[in-house]
């Protein structure tokens, strides 16, 4: 055969001839019978959080429900959200989204888009605000009659030992000549383990139990979906097995119900021994399917034990969860008062703190990706007030997480929305309790607090961990247990009236000391058997309108020398507080031990009072009085002075003393250097005098005079005179 050259003409004209066929082969599709294909489109909807809450709002129709066609379009946006939000289809949606969705978002994040190629129904929902943000797209019938693809799949082995390789074929056609798609997942829950080829293969490094499923699509509505099972062996001789329970938490009485497979390579009989994780079951089931009734609240390790035909044996567990309710459980309750003491009448706000918590473990999303993540929490529920705390390790290191109170348990529904206060309000961080933390080098997020000036009610069941990478997925979650549904509160107040509900308010009308108790039940205590599930806790409170009385002792009284002074006060009742006034100031309040310092030279008065504990002020407050002086004596008016004719001169000084008494005694009056005296003093007036008997020599002379006042404090003064 010859070969053509490869001209552009020659080219030209094949392209021309394949449009031709081309041709040819759509006008042979589109019979008088068939509808042309409608052009597709794009719908928008948006996440909207504004003062009418939080909602998806369809750009064209206003609500949360768009109708399409095949191959149109959804484009979720988020420029009008204020907050996160997470786009989920939902569980329970009556047409399955294949693949499902599980995406989150910031407030203007990135669109979401997702293209609708068969019809039926899709529900939507954010998964933190579910109760309010649920959403519909109907995939309207084609107008033509399509024919779902078939399909004749090649699967390689399915039985085998780690690693166990499987190839598979779809080998698959559609009557209509659609182009076909295809999604093989291999079932180890891992996005990456999926194939989008006709024909591919894996290899099931890990021994266990898979689904493998097959799902080809004529992206005009047509499906087809098949399933087959996987058994990898660990190449052992011990079977591999399987345990499986539902539920795996809730309420005490929970009945579960336990499932079991295994495979042994070796073929022959296996004997079947579960034990529940209660003393006294071990061994008591003998078969793949079991039952159990779970009484008490706590944490549970189901065992399931399989033995081969050579004695070979092989064991898996599950675990379950199981919350107080009713008799099984109550929370712990602290009673409290504010005030305790004061005069009647009183008014106290009275509350029952109530305490709940748990571990806080892997579950869904982080059962595969964070298996080891582990932790406590606690959420205290208190009048005006919700503290919640969590510290888990097990994390991505260095990674920012969302942490919330969520309003169901972690089983249901994976713990559902967030949990608001106000229910009629919007969500968002004033209306819920966030714990947000980033965890440090080793995956830890160390103790995080939250205060919110709220009472949790009921409702705040949970507390979820989301996935830093994708924080629309859960992967840690805690039970806050026990339950607070369905609690009673009786409180008796200790003076013959009662109360109901976790904060009551209540006033005492007499002097006395009362302990008010709060009695906290199940309304389903006893679950029918009349038994009665009660907790309970008191509180004292004093009533008094009897006034202290107060007394000063020790400290300072009279003159003193030191700047500083230190009194002991007392109340005629026990617990007293105590105020000062020093020298008509201010009051202000004082310890028992009252000092006061750089006190000034002069008279100083303390006036002290009591107030009990019940606010009664003593109203005669005790007073102390006492002087400072750390100066001598002042001398002053000294005569004579200069030159006198007078032989016999009078000697006249005066000494005084504010603060102290200056005695004669004390009083030391020395003419040149010869002591003098006695001499007359008048302590009315200070002067002191002394007149010589004998005239004096002619000449200068030297007077010096020692004053020591009642303290001990001494001056000295010297002055000189001549005689002419």
Request: aromatic share 8%; glycine share 10%; with cysteine.
């Amino acid at each position: 055969m010859t070969r053509l050259p490869s001209t552009p003409s020659r080219v030209l004209g094949a392209a021309v001839t394949l449009l031709v066929l081309v041709g040819l082969l759509a006008v042979t599709r589109l019979s008088p019978d068939a509808v042309a294909a409608e052009p597709t489109r794009t719908w928008v909807v948006d996440a909207v959080d504004d003062g009418r809450g939080n909602r998806w709002e369809s750009v064209e129709t206003g609500t949360s429900t768009v109708r399409v066609a095949i191959g149109d379009t959804v484009e979720w946006q988020f420029d009008r959200a204020v907050i996160d939000h997470d786009l989920t289809s939902a569980t329970d949606s009556p047409t399955a989204w294949l693949p499902p969705v599980e995406e989150f978002r910031t407030p203007g994040g990135a669109p979401f888009r997702y293209t609708f190629d068969r019809p039926g129904t899709y529900s939507y929902l954010c998964s933190i605000h579910g109760t309010v943000m649920t959403g519909t797209v109907v995939v309207e019938e084609p107008g033509q009659v399509n024919q779902a693809p078939t399909a004749d799949p090649m699967v390689g082995t399915l039985t085998g030992t780690a690693p166990l390789a499987v190839s598979v074929m779809a080998h698959a056609d559609d009557a209509d000549d659609d182009p076909l798609t295809y999604l093989w997942d291999f079932g180890t829950g891992a996005e990456a383990d999926r194939s989008t080829f006709e024909d591919a293969s894996f290899v099931y490094t890990t021994p266990g139990f898979y689904h493998l499923r097959l799902q080809v699509s004529d992206g005009r509505g047509g499906v087809l979906e098949r399933t087959w099972q996987v058994t990898v062996g660990g190449g052992g001789d011990a079977p591999l097995v399987d345990a499986v329970a539902a539920p795996t938490s809730g309420p005490a009485p929970l009945p579960v119900a336990f499932t079991g497979r295994a495979h042994d390579t070796q073929g022959g009989t296996l004997t079947w021994a579960w034990d529940f994780g209660v003393a006294g079951t071990q061994d008591v089931a003998s078969t793949p399917a079991a039952t159990f009734t779970y009484d008490a609240p706590g944490t549970y390790t189901a065992t399931l034990r399989v033995t081969d035909a050579e004695g070979h044996l092989g064991v898996d567990t599950v675990e379950v969860i199981v919350t107080g309710d009713g008799a099984a459980g109550l929370p712990e309750v602290v009673a409290t008062a504010a005030p305790r003491t004061g005069r009647a009448p009183l008014g106290v706000r009275f509350s029952t703190e109530v305490t709940t918590g748990g571990d806080v473990r892997a579950y869904s999303d982080g059962l595969t990706s964070y298996p080891d993540l582990a932790g406590t929490a606690t959420l205290v529920r208190r009048r005006g007030a919700s503290y919640a705390s969590i510290d888990v390790s097990g994390l991505k290191p260095g990674a920012a997480h969302q942490v919330h109170v969520h309003e169901r348990s972690c089983a249901d529904e994976r713990g559902g929305v967030h949990y608001r206060f106000d229910e009629t309000q919007p969500f968002g961080e004033a209306n819920e309790i966030w714990l947000y933390f980033t965890s440090d080098a080793q995956g830890r997020s160390t103790l995080v607090e939250s205060t919110r000036p709220l009472r949790a009610g009921p409702q705040a069941a949970a507390i979820v961990v989301h996935d830093p990478d994708n924080p629309a997925r859960r992967i840690g979650c805690v039970d806050l247990v026990p339950s607070t549904v369905d609690l009673a509160y009786d409180w008796d107040f200790g003076d013959g009236t009662t109360g109901e509900g976790p904060d009551p308010d209540h006033v005492y009308a007499a002097d006395g000391t009362y302990t008010a108790t709060v009695t906290v039940a199940s309304v389903h205590a006893g679950h029918g058997t009349g038994l009665d599930a009660t907790t309970s806790s008191s509180v004292e409170v004093v009533v008094d309108s009897v006034a202290p009385q107060t007394t000063v002792t020790g400290g300072p009284s009279g003159p003193v020398r030191s700047r500083s002074a230190r009194f002991r006060l007392t109340g005629s009742e026990s617990g007293s507080t105590f105020a000062c006034r020093l020298d008509g100031g201010t009051w202000a309040a004082c310890p028992t031990a009252a000092t006061f310092r750089a006190l000034r030279d002069g008279r100083h008065t303390l006036q002290v009072r009591a107030t009990d504990g019940a606010g009664n002020t003593d109203p005669t407050p005790a007073a102390r009085t006492w002087t400072v002086d750390t100066t001598g004596p002042v001398v002053r008016a000294t005569r004579p002075t200069g030159t006198t004719r007078d032989r016999t001169p009078t000697l006249r000084v005066t000494v005084t003393d504010r603060d102290s008494s200056v005695r004669r005694q004390a009083l030391v009056l020395r003419l040149d250097d010869n002591r003098v005296g006695p001499g007359r003093y008048v302590a009315r007036t200070g002067v002191l005098t002394w007149t010589p008997t004998r005239p004096l020599a002619r000449g200068p002379h030297r007077v010096r005079l020692q004053a020591v006042d009642a303290l001990g404090h001494r001056t000295v003064r010297t002055w000189r005179f001549r005689v002419g």
